[in-house]
């Protein structure tokens, strides 16, 4: 029953469909000026806002990025590829150079027993260290599809490793849009999945593993969380809408309908806070509105930097159907910018901000389009991007 956290972190689970591989998760440079984003062809590109131009970073293969990572000194790009099967498994990166578009290394490794040829076509996220020394892989297989499986790369030593033990909470992280990486880059939150629950950890470089420890109230709020609801209030409850998931110093904050969860690496400990003011404040807006717009729940809320707006993404089960509204928090009021739906698996989120505020991505599935849009704090639609082929 507990394995059900996983799905339910999987902010669209309801939409998972056909299969077929869609476009990844855009990642937005730190000047805001320009995000990394990916075609449903395997094709990585890079999208310049002052331009209004694209580059193609890695051209169309059989690999299937799902997201692409950035240096923390903004040089370098790393673009994840992998396979997997029953008696093998196979992950690489490519490190393109920003500067000129250049492809400065290339690495595959390979494990198991090799029965067919290797096709590097399983979707693959990558997140790179803080202190840019290491980029994580994750990618889609195993007993538990969702928890996926884990590659370590060394940057300095060009060597990739699975990992060993507890993963890298990529399955949690993902969806409320934070890295499993602390941010002094001593280590990773991880998690294992048990028949009691979830149980979270910290490891770090030398291998150690400290789990974070609990109470039974926390646990109980936890596993609710995760637990597979029937009615519609129950599985509301159990969503993550607010928008301030985030690490503060040493500490993963992330705000439920339940209360703001914090697992903090130093004190080794998970616990539960009440909503402050301000997020209690905005979740009453976001039940009001439900209430007044039956058969919808909102699974993800991004609002914009020194502005009343905000964009929230809704979710109607009963039609498959995701919606984006625009809302104005101060006048409270909201209009429908668009309607569409996710198409294939993935645990990211389908709305992006900028570092600086003025502007998010969303991406998304519109009448057989995935289509990645980017609005202004402003409310008005600036660009839209078709990425179902680049060529």
Partial sequence: MHLQLTR???????????????????????????????????????????????????????????????????????????????????????IVRLSDGVLVSSELKEWGMKKEP???????????????????????????????????????????????????????????????????????????????????????????????????????KINFLGDDHETKGAKKAATFPLPNADWVGNVLQCSTRLGTLHFDIKKKEVTFHPLTEKLQGQL???????????????????????????????????????RFDLVDTKEKRRRVLFEGELRAKTINRPLTCSPDGKHILVWFNQNGKDLITVVRNDGEIISELKTNSSQ
């Fill in 8 to 94: 339910m972190l999987i902010l669209l689970t309801p939409l998972l469909a056909t299969g077929c591989f869609s476009p990844g998760a855009p990642v937005w440079m730190e000047d805001s000026q320009s995000f990394i984003y990916t075609f449903t062809d395997g094709a990585v590109a890079q999208y310049d806002m002052q331009k209004q131009a694209t580059r193609i970073l890695c051209n169309p293969n059989l690999a299937r990025p799902e997201r692409a990572a950035i240096s923390p000194d903004q040089q370098f790009v790393a673009i994840p590829f992998a396979s997997w099967t029953e008696t093998s498994d196979a992950a690489g990166v490519n």
């Fill in 284 to 322: 009453n807006q976001i039940d009001g509105a439900e209430d007044a717009d039956k058969g919808w729940i909102t699974y993800q809320v991004a609002p914009f930097q020194e502005s009343p707006i905000e964009i929230h993404c809704l979710l109607n089960e009963t039609v498959a159907t995701l």
């Fill in 118 to 220: 290797t096709t590097l076509d399983q979707p693959a996220s990558a997140y790179w260290s803080p202190d840019g020394q290491r980029i994580l892989i994750y990618y889609k297989g195993g007993i538990d599809e969702l928890l996926g499986k884990c590659v370590m790369y060394d940057v300095q030593q060009k060597t990739l490793s699975p990992i060993k033990g507890a993963l890298p909470a990529v399955s949690f992280t993902a969806p409320i849009g934070c890295s499993p990486f602390s941010p002094d880059g001593s280590g990773y939150l991880a998690m294992r999945m048990t028949l009691d629950g979830p149980v979270f950890s910290f490891v770090d470089w030398m291998g150690w593993e400290s789990q974070l420890s609990t109470t039974e109230e926390v646990n109980k």
